[in-house]
């Protein structure tokens, strides 16, 4: 069996892989430390499951799920995140992913979770299902940010965190004319003029960005 994990963090992939050989003592586990890295040896390689952290530089897993279904590789996908299920776990799943776990979870639930993929189901947590029930809804009954496509989301992620416009053209590998665009996009559906007023709206919406 060949897994293939990817995460930015070196601690958290040596981390899986503990436990995914542990679990399964004569799998294949590889890794990938970013999201470029990821797409890379997802499209060369057969993997059994590909295990990913949501948000990586440059491409985020959600990034790399959409390539790599685009493409028609439907290799069963889990995804990993720090991020409450509130965050990402219904743009996972509606990219494709075959379940979403949080890393404070994965000591205790990431083989339970890669046998039940391999299994041919989904795994859905409980509260990852009632956020899925949740999103349910008519846009207009959706809060602002939900709105938000997947890369607008992550670069108003961004804009938060500090990060200028430059900053995040690179980390994302786009122009800064792209960039400004998305800003602009992201303030126009979320109904605010400026970077002070998101983080504003982070702080009072209590998003775990």
């Given at each position: 069996m060949k897994i293939l994990i990817a995460d930015d963090h070196t601690m958290v992939r040596e981390g899986l892989k503990k436990i995914l050989l542990e679990a399964?003592?004569?799998a294949e586990v590889h890794d990938a430390s970013d999201g470029a890295d990821l797409l890379k040896k997802a499209i060369k390689g057969e993997w059994e499951i590909i295990i990913s952290d949501v948000t990586m530089p440059g491409m985020t897993g959600i990034d790399?799920?959409?390539?790599?279904r685009s493409q028609g590789i439907e290799t069963p996908m889990l995804m990993l995140s720090m991020h409450a299920p509130e965050q990402y776990a219904v743009r996972s799943i509606k990219a494709g992913a075959s379940g979403y776990l949080t890393k404070d979870n994965a000591p205790y639930e990431l083989v339970t979770a890669v046998q039940q993929v391999l299994n041919g189901r989904r795994y859905i947590t409980p509260q990852v299902a009632?956020?899925?029930a949740d999103s349910i809804e008519t846009d207009k009954d959706k809060m602002p940010h939900e709105l938000l496509s997947d890369r607008e989301f992550e670069v108003m992620k961004l804009i938060v965190e500090g990060k200028t416009v430059s900053e995040i053209a690179e980390s994302l590998?786009?122009?800064v004319?792209?960039?400004?665009?998305?800003?602009s996009r992201i303030l126009e559906k979320m109904h605010l003029h400026s970077n002070s007023d998101l983080v504003k709206y982070a702080i009072e919406h209590k998003l775990e960005l």
């Open positions: 399964f003592p004569f790399v799920l959409k390539q790599l009632d956020v899925l590998s786009l122009s004319n792209t960039i400004s665009t998305y800003r």
